[in-house]
Nanobody, 125 residues
Framework: QVQQAESEGGLVQAGGSLRLSCAASPDTYSAYTLGGYCMGWFRQAPGKEREGVVA???????RYADSVKGRFTISQDNAKNTLYLQMNSLKPEDTAMYYC??????????????WGQGTQVTVSS
């Protein structure tokens, strides 16, 4: 399972930054570090389909959506079983509910993933 801290989202002005975290259960994180799972972040804006933001494999390789390349960075803390999403230079079009996920590789929008509960990020212009 994965859990997100709801308090990390919120309202930020364009150009600002936020960091989201995703804490995985020991079993889920072990599956990730051993290569059985990939982890990542998705987002869903109002009226739009959920889209992938970034995925990370156990070997550290990452895949970013073109829309966030150079602005968002995924990282991990193995001691805390936690994944992070650092979001810089935020734009109004980044406004969405952000979801952490863990699942089989390559990570996709799969109902069988472990999903976080979502964190709302709103960027004002």
């Amino acid at each position: 399972q994965v859990q997100q801290a709801e308090s990390e989202g919120g309202l930020v002005q364009a150009g600002g930054s936020l960091r989201l975290s995703c804490a995985a259960s020991p079993d889920t994180y072990s599956a990730y570090t051993l290569g059985g799972y990939c982890m990542g972040w998705f987002r869903q804006a109002p009226g739009k389909e959920r889209e992938g933001v970034v995925a990370i494999d156990s070997d550290g390789s990452t895949r970013y959506a073109d829309s966030v390349k150079g602005r968002f960075t995924i990282s991990q803390d193995n001691a805390k079983n936690t994944l992070y999403l650092q979001m810089n230079s935020l734009k109004p079009e980044d406004t969405a509910m952000y979801y952490c996920a863990a699942g089989h590789c390559p990570l996709s929008d799969d109902e069988f993933n472990y999903w976080g509960q979502g964190t709302q990020v709103t960027v004002s212009s």
